[in-house]
């Protein structure tokens, strides 16, 4: 469970111990708040990385020659130093940057950007933790689960006792005919085991068993619960709707106003991207298959006339250059510099694997949709509708799809079938009051107002209905 | 009352016993056990068997590996704004076919058209929409369209072909350009620049199914050639001579909602018009008039004459049958009556036919009131005269260049064979097409073009009044739009535009509409605001001025009667056309609204009784007999329908039949008479009288006709207890009808159908309320004897538990109002993704469809009146379906829907042998999908060829399947569902928005496509709604209310003007 570095359990037991300060003094947790609010867009959080924006540890020394106000300016407002001033730092990182404009952000106070500044601080020095996976799994199973091989025992030592058993007996059985003067044999282990109640004890059991698995199988066949296939683009929910926030309705614009939620077009996500252009997971990897679905040039911030139209090698040339030169910086290799083989190496491992997540059997093309795996596969005679249950049922996505915001891959999180559905029918109760269409339900009103009826549930009005689905 | 006079057909009336065995049968019993050769497919057994070996063993296989199949999740790259996966969007466009026009929108999922929906806002259509507009979404993914162009057979790049064209177009000396009626004004500026750029061309311009002769008759009398506009709502008395205006002619839509204004009735003492079919055999809009006047198809002229000569004195048309000239006589004295306030149309095609009905309406005042020329119709400007004199032309090798636009004069030119004949001597042979046809077929050049909803353009259908046609998919194959093809090879157009026939339309509409008015100052606001209308109304032109026939002249040229023993008329049938939509197979399936037929023209021979209980057909023959009939020389081997109504001496064969290059669907389907029709001063005359009809030849295979189909009660117990033809009974021949305890009843004593002549709708409706124990008009359930009280579900209770709040779905179908265009039906199979079976399918009884209008027929037996009644899943609130179902597949929602949860049916069709209605249908094969078994496959297409997999098993065709709404597979049962999703879609909308449902939020596909406006879906909770004003008319009645199931669906009384004293 060791997940957290001390440095950072230090400064959560600082908060427990100083929390009437938090707001007014700088802090390395106000940092990372407003760190994550205003600067995570364009900047990697580890501080060491070049993404949109340059990486940000040692930023302070690097301005160590001018005051430290003008840091302060230029986080504020770049532009404003750039053309009024001209500050000659803030024009050196205007050219080396590609003139990509930084947001201006003038709201922040200066103890703000101290508190920034002290998280980056932080961060930039933070020790680097790994996930130790089986420490992870360990940990869960001492949480509550009992391991299996505790059973394993438990079943190994039953039968022994059986097996002594049935030694005792058979002593007991030999002793009371010696007394008897009857001569018995002795049955062995062998013949005890090939006795007849034991066989067909095990058949009996395997039967049960077989049929039991076989109507459970058979019933969820088709059905996908915890399906979670690899992604031609390692997408992230968890960056994208937990850490960075954006609402789910922003990407999935359909769920409110149509039977689809929308997987959302290349275009939606040219939104934010056109600007980050470097992912804090995977820097180049992912995002330049974005930008070779629709034909974006990144380097120099356009979209290419006539990309359909291109040669493979004519699109490998752009999109190989533009993660060659983002390695060269990353890998402090000067822009004139040849990439190492290492390098070299792994522009072609990006490159093949862009190949491979973009085309397939029926698509060789680059451009065009990229073709994300579906996860929740309804079959064809079921009519589901987003609209109806997001905009009138206000059910939270996290309700069915579970937390998404907490997935780096997403997994099917409800089993999708009909049980599950008809279930969350007859408990979920209808927003009755708010809204006019339930008026001609006037029966139901009067009992509501009568207190005869506490509350009307979606099966109270139809919903558990063949038609209601399927038609 | 009158109800005791009502059959299907004349096996009902001759008791046939096959019939009746199966009418008392859910299901009808196939040859699977007589003659199991028919039906397993013997050859492919063993075959099957190892492949279900394999596929077991594979199925246990992947079952066992438990390995999740990978599915995809593939988003846009860049998501269009307007485009929210899983939200249908709607654009506003125009059908236009030829002359056919419809505004229309349509419902696009993912940027697929996947259902028509008719436009409201359009002052011509009101929202309207026909089964061929329902159907146009299908053709876009026909799999038989052009993908590519080509040239001499090999596919080319569009660069080359326009090259070549160019060439030879500049070599050209003679260019000809064919097409059928154009209704945009810009592809007309289009042909202007065309023949700019090649002076040397000519335009010809003909109808599939011709025009001219009216066009002709009013330039002649008004010195202009249109088709005036006939204001139907205004008039109090319409004769039409065989137009059939509700189905085929001219603007059936427009002219259906405004026929219908007048014909709706609410109480005693209301008023309707009076409606006079004179014609020859039983089309669908005599089908629905008050008196029919039967007169065979050569007497029509003297039918015109004889009127004339009523009205404005002079005589004539004495050649007339008597019967005829005694109707005629009655009814000019009605037409004087209503002075100004009456319309008389024909269908002739013999100019001085049309200048006679001319003077008639001037002469009872009707131009300016009944019929005006300031929104005249354009919708036919076809001169097959033309067509003739291009024949001669190619024949004489003087034609360089033929460019067919569209048109198929190869097979609905009614001389088809000269033409193809004549076309050999033509060089360069061009066809600008949309699928692969007679015509294009001996063309060297295709130049594929769009499918509609693939296009831009403009529609002026009638003068002033515009709409628009946008595309709402980008082209699903290489093709190209025809106009922006013509403007290609003119070299008239940008060639660096994206679009550049957008920005042509628009700089023509920036020139022409946007300058002549007023209220949007920038063109790009007012281009924006019809394009999200689609209509564009406002503007008329001048009417026509002066008056100018000569009487004496028209009189001597009008047709003479034949003295021929039997005569043939040929007619357009309302779904395929002259074989225009006859590669559309939910066109094909659509059963005629009159015969019931379907996949294939049968001949209707007509009936007549012995006077002593039997019904005969001409020369003995019957039902699904084949006949060989000569027309003109020609010899044709056709299937017999026997149809009542027909003209003594006369038979009636449908057009558009018989082709043969119109893909798997409409290849080899009938036969083609085009060829058999007479030419008169050049213009097609749609019957000929040089005919012989032999007796029974031989038995069609698989007569497709769904009469019979599905019927409900025909049998009941007289006093005796003995088990009798009840309908027979009530000709007249047993005393009957006192003390009927029977279990199956009869449609005389059940309450199938009501009707009434307005004259008599005090006491029908006195009877109708003793019957049904009403009290109050407004009783829905009276006091009416069940014939049992037996229930699970206690309705009373149930009412009060459940129906009493949230919503209790409910219908009203006007019967008055339903004209049996069979909109719904195709609409329904649309937005149901109801397969099409084909015609052996349809043969044994299994057509699909969720709903089917029945066709009664009441009155006179050799000259009935016609009752449409669209029938579907009834929703019975104590539904005797669900309370046999094993396996609860089928049970009652809250709502009142009677749901069907095809994923736990098992197929034991109990509930469809249970339904007193007969609307459930069983999936016997696998309809829609790709069955690995070919024994499960339907043959949809009786030329499939090798690959002849079910219909709607391609991708192509799939891509017009509705996502909402499941396939259904082998081995359930489906039915209507009220368009639950609909229903389903229409509440949360009005959950987001926070509101009480209303009407416009749930609206069934039949009733949406309803040009009469006969259905009415709606909450009966909903006391303000259209519905609940609906259910309180006096003529409601609820079809089969004794066997107490409680049925959602409410009709209303069928009620005619019919004026008894006439015989005819």
């Not at chain 1, 907490?406 to 408990?427: F, K, T, Y």
């Amino acid at each position: 469970m060791i997940k957290y570095s001390f440095k950072s359990l230090f400064y959560i037991a600082l908060i427990a111990f100083l929390p009437t300060f938090i707001s007014a003094q700088p802090s390395v947790e106000s940092g990372k708040a407003l760190f994550t609010a205003n600067c995570a867009q364009c900047h990697a959080k580890s501080m060491k990385k070049d993404a949109t924006g340059p990486a940000l540890a040692g930023v302070e020394e690097r301005w160590a020659d001018y005051p430290q106000e003008d840091l302060y300016n230029w986080i504020k407002n770049s532009q404003k130093m750039i053309f009024a001033v001209k500050h000659p730092r803030a024009i050196e990182l205007w050219n080396q940057y590609n003139n990509v404009i930084m947001n201006a952000a003038e709201h922040l106070t200066d103890e703000n950007i101290e508190s920034i500044l002290l998280y980056v601080d932080a961060q930039a020095n933070a020790v680097p933790t790994t996930k130790d996976p089986s420490g992870d799994d360990a940990g869960a199973g001492g949480g509550g689960k009992v391991p299996s091989w505790l059973y394993w025992i438990l079943f190994l030592a039953l039968g022994v006792l059986s097996l002594i058993l049935a030694r005792v007996i058979s002593s007991l059985n030999q002793i009371a005919a010696k007394k008897e003067g009857i001569d018995y044999e002795r049955k062995t282990l062998l013949q005890t085991l090939t006795g007849k109640g034991v066989v067909s004890f095990v058949l009996f059991a395997a039967v049960l068993f077989g049929g039991y698995t076989t109507v459970n199988n058979a019933v969820n066949l088709g059905r996908q619960e915890g399906y979670a296939p690899e992604q031609p683009i390692k997408f992230s929910h968890k960056t994208h709707a937990g850490i960075q926030q954006i609402d789910c309705q922003y990407c999935h614009d359909g769920a409110r106003r149509s039977k689809h939620s929308v997987i959302p077009a290349a275009n939606t996500c040219m939104n934010c991207h056109s600007a980050i252009n470097v992912g804090s997971e995977y820097g180049t990897g992912e995002i330049t298959k974005i930008f070779a679905s629709v034909g974006w040039d990144p380097s120099n911030n356009k979209y290419i006339e006539g990309y359909e139209d291109l040669s493979r090698d004519e699109i490998k040339d752009i999109y190989t250059k533009w993660i060659g030169d983002n390695y060269k910086k990353e890998n402090d290799i000067s822009a004139d510099d040849k990439l190492t083989d290492a390098g070299v190496e792994e522009v072609d491992r990006q490159w093949n694997h862009l190949v491979e997540s973009l085309t397939n059997d029926q698509k060789s093309k680059i451009y065009g949709p990229i073709e994300w795996v579906r996860i929740h596969n309804l079959p064809d005679h079921v009519y589901f509708n987003h609209a109806q249950h997001v905009t009138i049922g206000e059910v939270e996505c996290q309700q069915c799809h579970g937390a998404v915001e907490e997935m780096d891959l997403v997994a099917q999180h409800s089993p999708l079938s009909m049980g599950w559905c008809i279930n969350c029918h007859r408990q979920t109760e209808v927003k009755f009051a708010d809204n006019e269409y339930y008026e001609s339900y006037a029966k139901y009103h009067e009992e509501l107002a009568s207190g005869s009826k506490k509350a009307v549930t979606v099966e109270d009005i139809g919903g558990l209905e063949c038609q209601k689905c399927h038609y | 009352m009158s109800n005791n006079s009502i059959w299907v057909g004349n096996k009902e009336l001759n008791k046939e016993e096959e019939f009746l065995h199966n009418a008392g049968q859910e299901f009808v019993t196939t040859d699977l056990m007589e003659n199991s050769d028919a039906v397993i497919e013997q050859d492919g057994s063993r075959r099957d068997f190892l492949k279900f070996l394999g596929f077991s063993v594979g199925a246990a296989t992947v079952a066992a590996g438990c390995d999740i199949p990978v599915k995809r999740a593939i988003p846009y790259v860049v998501k269009p704004d307007e485009i929210i996966p899983g939200v249908a969007t709607y654009y506003a466009s125009t059908y236009a076919e030829g002359g056919d026009y419809c505004p229309i929108l349509v419902k696009c999922r993912e940027g697929r058209p996947i259902k028509i929906e008719g436009n409201d806002l359009s002052p011509i259509t009101k929202g309207g929409t026909s089964a061929r507009a329902q159907a146009s979404v299908l053709s876009l993914y026909d799999t038989h369209r052009y993908r590519k162009p080509m040239a001499n057979g090999e596919e080319i790049s569009w660069q080359e072909l326009d090259k070549d064209v160019k060439a030879k177009l500049a070599a050209s000396n003679n260019i000809r350009i064919v097409t059928n009626t154009i209704l945009s004004p810009t592809a007309k500026e289009v042909l202007k620049d065309f023949q700019a750029k090649y002076p040397q061309t000519k335009v010809v311009t003909y109808d599939p199914v011709s025009a001219s002769a009216i066009l002709e008759a009013n330039e002649m009398t008004f010195g202009d050639r249109v088709i005036p506009d006939y204001k139907f709502d205004k008039a109090d008395v319409i004769v039409s001579f065989n137009a059939d205006f509700l189905g085929t002619w001219i603007s059936p839509v427009e002219y259906a909602k405004k026929y219908i204004k007048n014909r709706k009735v609410d109480k005693v003492g209301g008023s309707m018009s009076r409606h006079i079919q004179v014609e020859s055999h039983m089309s669908m809009t005599g089908s629905n008039a008050d008196n029919r006047v039967l007169v065979r198809p050569s007497e029509m002229g003297s039918a015109i004459a004889y009127l004339h000569g009523l009205i404005a004195g002079g005589g004539g048309g004495s050649q007339l049958n008597d019967k005829a000239k005694g109707a005629l006589t009655a009814v000019a004295g009605e037409l004087k009556a209503a002075r100004g306030k009456s319309l008389v149309i024909s269908a002739s095609n013999n100019v001085y036919e049309q200048i006679l009905i001319n003077d008639i309406n001037n002469v009872l005042g009707n131009y300016g009131g009944t019929i005006g020329f300031d929104q005249a119709s354009l919708q036919r400007q076809g001169d097959e005269k033309d067509v003739d004199a291009l024949v001669s032309e190619m024949s004489a090798g003087l034609v360089d260049t033929l460019i067919v636009y569209g048109a198929n004069p190869g097979y609905d030119y009614c001389k088809s064979e000269a033409f193809l004949q004549a076309s050999e001597k033509v060089k360069n042979k061009i066809a600008v097409s949309y699928s692969a046809n007679e015509s294009s077929d001996v063309c060297s050049i295709i130049a594929p073009s769009h499918h509609y909803l693939e296009s831009w353009g403009d529609v002026e259908a009638k003068r002033g009044q515009m709409s628009l046609m946008q595309p709402t998919i980008s082209p699903l194959f290489e093709t190209r739009q025809a106009e922006l093809t013509l403007l290609s090879w003119a070299d008239a157009v940008s060639t660096t535009s994206d679009q550049p026939y957008l920005d042509y339309l628009k700089a023509k509409w920036q020139s022409s509409a946007f300058a002549a008015q007023s209220s949007f100052a920038t063109f790009s606001t007012y281009w924006d605001s019809a394009l999200r209308d689609g209509v564009i109304g406002g503007g008329s032109s001048a009417g026509a001025s002066g008056f100018n026939v000569d009487i004496n002249l028209a009189k001597s040229k009008v047709s003479k009667p034949s003295a021929s023993e039997l005569e043939v008329v040929f007619y357009e049938p309302v779904s395929i056309g002259n074989g225009q939509f006859s590669t559309n197979p939910w066109l094909m399936e659509m059963p005629d609204p009159v015969s019931r037929t379907s996949w294939g023209n049968y001949l209707a021979v007509p009936v007549t009784y012995d006077g002593n209980k039997k019904f005969k057909g001409l020369n003995g023959l019957e039902d699904g007999d084949y006949a060989v009939i000569t027309v003109g020389g020609k010899e044709m081997k056709v299937p017999v329908v026997l149809q009542f109504g027909m003209a003594p001496g006369t038979v009636a064969l449908a057009l558009g039949y018989g082709r043969t290059a119109a893909g798997k669907c409409g290849t080899g389907v009938g036969v083609n008479v085009n060829d058999c029709l007479t030419v008169n001063d050049g213009l097609a005359q749609y019957y000929n009288t040089d005919v012989t009809l032999s007796g029974k030849t031989g038995k069609e295979d698989h007569f497709s006709c769904v009469q019979y189909h599905h019927t409900i009660g025909v049998k009941a117990k007289n006093n005796d207890g003995e088990i009798i033809n009840a309908d027979e009974a009530t000709l007249g021949q047993t005393a009957y009808g006192v003390g009927i305890t029977g279990y199956q009843g009869s449609l005389t004593e059940r309450s199938v159908l009501f009707h009434s002549t307005l004259k008599d709708l005090d006491k029908n409706l006195d009877d109708l309320h003793k019957k049904r124990g009403v009290q109050k008009y407004e009783d829905r359930h009276g006091s009416y004897t069940h014939l049992n009280e037996q229930t699970l579900y206690p309705f009373d209770e149930y009412s009060a538990e459940k129906y009493s709040q949230g919503h209790h779905w409910g219908m009203h179908v006007d019967l008055s109002s339903c004209i049996g265009c069979n909109a719904c039906t195709v609409a329904c199979m649309a937005e149901n993704n109801v397969p099409v079976v084909g015609k052996k399918e349809v043969s044994r009884h299994h057509e699909m469809t969720w709903l089917r209008i029945d066709r009664y027929y009441y009155g006179d037996v050799e000259n009935p009146n016609t009752v449409y009644q669209p029938m579907m899943c009834q929703h019975c609130d104590n539904a005797p379906c669900e309370n046999v179902c094993p396996v609860n597949a089928t049970n009652h929602s809250s709502e009142g829907l009677n749901q069907m949860a095809y994923n736990r049916c098992v197929g034991t069709r109990y509930c469809a042998n249970n339904c007193p209605y007969k609307v459930r249908r069983f999936n016997w094969l696998d309809y829609t999908t790709a069955d690995i078994f070919p024994a499960n496959q339907p043959k949809v297409f009786s030329n499939g060829g090798e690959d002849n997999i079910p219909f709607g098993a391609d991708n192509l065709t799939r891509m017009v399947l509705n996502p909402d709404v499941t396939v259904r597979s082998r081995g359930v049962i489906e039915k209507c569902s009220f368009c639950v999703q609909r229903i389903q879609e229409g509440k949360l909308t009005a959950k987001i928005e926070g509101r009480r449902l209303n009407d416009k939020d749930v609206r069934t596909a039949c009733q949406t496509a309803c040009p009469t406006d006969a259905i009415t879906f709606g909450d009966r909770n909903n006391k303000k709604g259209d519905l609940s004003k609906k259910l309180k008319s006096p003529l409601n009645y609820i079809a089969l209310e004794e066997v107490n199931v409680q049925s959602s669906v409410t009709y209303k009384m069928k009620v005619n003007n019919k004026d008894e004293s006439i015989n005819a």
